[in-house]
């Protein structure tokens, strides 16, 4: 089924008059997204360029610098924390790290959501000629299912629609996730250009887990 990431999100979390830190919030849109569903939302940014970046873009909502397995939020002061995307670009050595600061930074009926897309499909073959993330998308999902602290409540696996208005919106998707993408993604252009343009999907895999904070 076909669903954007806010609505399977607001499906399995309560949001309205909530505290909710997002993990790795990019360009902040996903928090403008939770307060508009009502939520008292922070968003959480490695380096102070990142945060400058989301305030430009979405200047209504609060940044804060600090990393995923060192969160600059204190014990038990939030209701849910949000890993969209995010997760797998945490180091493989860090990432039980971070979901125990999940843990730590959630109050006792907290939630932690974490959504990762699942390393299959026309789009992910595409992306992976610039960066095949299937060992560390698996070992996201191995850090998941052995959370410590942590109860799965619930999975849910959906389609996400890509609204990719070109190539260069494709690069520029695919740059921001990680810069150090920029050479390898110059390299193979030519390549990639041709495969974007027999791309016939328009939507990709994802996955959403509901923790609960035991």
């Known amino acids: ?24 919030c990019g360009d902040g849109a996903l928090v403008r997204a939770l307060r508009e569903r009502g939520a008292a939302a922070i968003g959480v940014e490695v380096s102070e360029e990142a945060v400058a970046r989301a ?3 979405h200047p209504g909502g609060r940044y804060l610098v600090g990393s995923a397995d060192a969160l600059p939020l204190a014990d038990r002061s939030v209701d849910a924390c ?22 730590r ?8 959501y974490i959504a990762e897309p699942v390393a299959e499909g026309e789009y992910f073959e ?27 409540a619930r999975t849910v696996e959906y389609e996400v629609p890509l609204r990719l208005s070109g190539f260069g919106a494709f690069r520029d998707r695919v740059v921001a996730a990680d ?15 041709e495969r974007f343009a027999g791309l016939s999907a328009d939507t990709a895999p994802m996955r959403a887990d509901l923790l609960a904070r035991c």
């Open 1 to 24: 089924m076909v669903r954007t990431d806010i609505d399977v999100l607001a499906e399995l979390v309560e949001l309205e008059g909530r505290q909710v830190a997002d993990v790795g």
């Open 55 to 57: 305030y430009a873009r």
């Open 82 to 103: 949000l890993m969209m995307r995010s997760l797998h670009h945490v180091p493989a050595d860090a990432m039980g790290r971070a979901l125990e600061e999940l843990h």
């Open 105 to 112: 930074v959630l109050r006792p009926d907290g939630v932690a």
């Open 126 to 152: 595409l992306v992976a000629l610039v960066d095949d993330e299937r060992a560390v998308r698996e070992l996201a999902q191995a850090a998941i299912a052995s959370a410590p602290g942590f109860t799965r």
């Open 179 to 193: 810069p150090e993408r920029a050479d390898v993604f110059a390299a193979r252009e030519d390549e990639l250009r």
